[in-house]
């Protein structure tokens, strides 16, 4: 059974920093893509960051040059530093796993709230 668990989430001011930490267990296989979404209330969840297997890494618009997208191969773990952080990046983040052994299974965390205050 494979989980993903986050962590570093909270609750910071505008223009500061939190890192967010993602750990998968259970791994059968091969992680392929590794990173994270986030979804606003009522919005819908969208992409923030990713790494997907070789190091490429993609950013939505909206963060790049503040947030920065890492994994660890042989933790089975992902990380997101964020920086410069904005009341608009207040939101649920989740990670998530894209995890091939026969097929292609995407798996998620349970998901961490990031409040940024103006």
């Known amino acids: 059974q494979v989980e993903l668990v986050e962590s570093g989430g909270g609750l910071v001011q505008a223009g500061g920093s939190l890192r967010l930490s993602c750990a998968a267990s259970g791994v059968i296989g091969r992680i392929v893509d590794m990173g994270w979404y986030r979804q606003a209330p009522g919005k819908q969840r969208a992409l923030v960051a990713h790494v997907i297997t070789g190091g490429t890494t993609n950013y939505a618009d909206s963060v790049k040059g503040r947030f920065a997208v890492s994994r660890d191969n042989a933790k089975d773990a992902a990380y997101l530093q964020m920086d410069g952080l904005k009341p608009e990046d207040t939101a649920v983040y989740y990670c998530?796993?894209?995890?091939?052994?026969?097929?292609?299974?995407?798996?998620w965390g349970q998901g961490t709230q990031v409040t940024v205050s103006s």
């Open positions: 998530f796993a894209l995890i091939r052994r026969n097929t292609v299974t995407n798996y």
